[in-house]
Every structure is written in structure tokens, then in C-alpha cells.
């Protein structure tokens, strides 16, 4: 978030992942009764990338990222842990939505990062997808660098 050009603090009801804390907090404190969860990416344009798989952490014990290079197809694959509840410690306790039954509501407005969650969801079995078939479109375009300095 910028304000006057700068980076500006952002609060903790602007940060998605504290949104989502809350939320399964509350869920599983105040409605044991619930056994689905919808996830609502319907106008989701985007956002960023370390928070996607942050976010992702709530939906699986492992977030497994498969991305493939289109010059040559090779495909490979990026496994994360998601401290999501907390304690300092990487355990099962940590994939909150053990147990539900979750959806991902996409429409021809996701895009980028609003892509991307679906997709990740999808490939690790964690969630069913439904509603519109997205419009596409790029998640993470920038410049980056290999550990071994090339940059694409």
C-alpha cells in the first residue's frame, strides 16, 4: 500500500492473512456446526505472492507449488509449511481447514494471485473449484534472478 509514493504501514485488518487467522479462529471457537468453507476469489485481481501461499497454509499440510518453464517444459516443484496458528512450530495443527469441506469461488474477474490461489488449491487436491471460468492472466511478472545470477 502506498501513500504519497511511499510504503505506507499497512493494518492488521488490511493484511489478508490476519483476516484468515481470525476467521478460522472464530470459526472453529464459535461454529463447530460449520463443515464447509467458501472462498470468495469472485472479484480477486491479484496480490501478492508470499501472501497467496501464506494463505494457502489454512487449506493444506504442505502448499506444493508445480511451475513449469515454457522455453524448454521443464516442470518443478516448490513445497511450503505455513506457521499458520502461531506456536513457532510446523505441524499438522497448522492446516486449519482439516476437516472441511472447502470451495474456491472464481469468476472472469480473478486474476493474477486470484488465479493462482485456484490453481494451487486445485493441483494439491484441497479444494473444489466453482463458478465462472477465470479470464487468465500472469501471476508474479517481474524481474527475477537464478542463485546463479541469470535473470529472466
Known amino acids: 500500500m502506498f501513500v504519497n509514493g511511499k510504503v505506507a504501514d499497512i493494518t492488521y485488518t488490511q493484511n489478508s492473512y490476519n483476516l484468515f487467522y481470525d476467521a478460522f479462529k472464530d470459526l472453529k471457537t464459535n461454529h463447530p456446526e460449520v463443515k464447509n468453507?467458501?472462498?470468495d476469489e469472485s472479484i480477486n485481481?491479484?496480490?501478492?505472492?508470499t501472501t497467496l501461499i501464506e494463505l494457502a497454509g489454512f487449506f493444506?499440510?504442505?502448499v506444493t507449488v508445480s511451475l513449469k518453464n515454457k522455453l524448454n517444459n521443464e516442470v518443478f516443484k516448490v513445497t511450503y509449511k505455513v506457521d499458520t496458528n502461531y506456536d513457532g512450530v510446523y505441524d499438522d495443527s497448522d492446516?486449519?481447514?482439516k476437516g472441511y469441506k472447502v470451495y474456491d469461488l472464481i469468476s472472469t474477474v480473478s486474476f493474477?494471485?486470484?488465479n493462482f490461489l485456484p490453481t494451487i488449491?486445485?493441483?494439491n487436491q484441497a479444494a473444489t473449484?466453482?463458478?465462472?471460468?477465470?479470464?487468465g492472466g500472469s501471476c508474479i511478472v517481474g524481474p527475477n534472478?537464478?542463485?546463479q545470477g541469470d535473470i529472466y
Not at 485481481?45 to 505472492?49: I, K, N
Open 37 to 39: 468453507i467458501i472462498i
Open 45 to 49: 485481481t491479484g496480490g501478492d505472492c
Open 60 to 62: 493444506m499440510g504442505d
Open 95 to 97: 492446516y486449519q481447514a
Open 112 to 114: 493474477s494471485c486470484g
Open 121 to 123: 488449491l486445485k493441483q
Open 129 to 135: 473449484i466453482i463458478g465462472q471460468t477465470s479470464s
Open 145 to 147: 534472478a537464478s542463485s
